[in-house]
């Protein structure tokens, strides 16, 4: 196991090993527990308790959170024609059709996020030993496969973030920055964790929600409790 530096233990020693906060108790925590010099993202992390074998236990979606993650994504929006000229008047990075492919095709990946419509998908569909590992392929269930580009790019500028659940039934997620004030970071922590508690498929059995979980980059996990997460 590596070995933790001075920072990093002299931060966690102000954690009470075992117990778990309040939301505004731990997001307090996290900001005070931060160990780097830089704006350090703050995260979530569910351990659910589905069995992510059966195809209706896999957590998969969206959600834009009120504010946002403190971070603007490169879009990347592949489409053609009248399409093209919405995605640009959105605000997308880039816009191309087929050619934009060629360049992926020969290494180029200089985007985060890439919407597509749907009748590019054909096309598209030849990258995905490309796209795939790196979680850049559009997806109807993430709102990244649809006509309507506008939205799309509008939403994930806004601070959009996109969730799957892990082959251990985990779900990791960004609710923003330190620098952000308490209060947004727990309106945003919220608007996750409702989503999961509804998400919840009905074949799910014994204990739903395991353990939650706020850290900072590079910072100490810290336990929120989660039947009074809200």
Do not use: C
């Amino acid at each position: 196991m590596a070995k933790k530096s001075k920072r990093y233990t002299e931060a966690a020693a102000q954690i009470e090993a075992g117990k778990a906060y309040s939301v505004e108790e731990a997001v307090e925590l996290v900001k005070k527990t931060s160990t780097v010099k830089f704006d350090a993202s703050v995260d979530v992390a569910f351990k659910l308790g589905l069995d992510v074998r059966q195809a209706d236990q896999q957590l998969r979606g969206a959600v834009v959170l009120p504010h946002g993650t403190g971070k603007t994504k490169k879009v990347l929006v592949v489409t053609q024609g009248e399409k093209a000229k919405e995605a640009q008047e959105a605000g997308a990075d880039v816009v191309g059709g087929k050619e934009i492919l060629e360049d992926i095709k020969k290494g180029w990946l200089d985007f985060e996020v890439m919407i597509a419509t749907p009748d590019m998908m054909a096309e598209l569909g030849k990258l995905g030993r490309i796209l795939g590992p790196k979680g850049l392929m559009p997806n109807p269930k993430t709102g990244t496969v649809t006509m309507d580009v506008a939205k799309a790019v509008k939403e994930t500028k806004a601070g959009k973030v996109t969730y799957r659940t892990d082959k251990e039934g985990n779900v990791h997620l960004p609710i923003g920055r330190v620098s952000f004030d308490n209060d947004k970071l727990v309106e945003n922590f919220n608007t996750i964790y409702d989503l999961i508690v509804k998400l919840k498929p009905s074949t799910a059995k014994g204990v739903y929600m395991k353990n939650v979980v706020i850290s900072s980059t590079m910072g100490p996990a810290i336990k929120v409790q989660a039947a009074v997460a809200k």
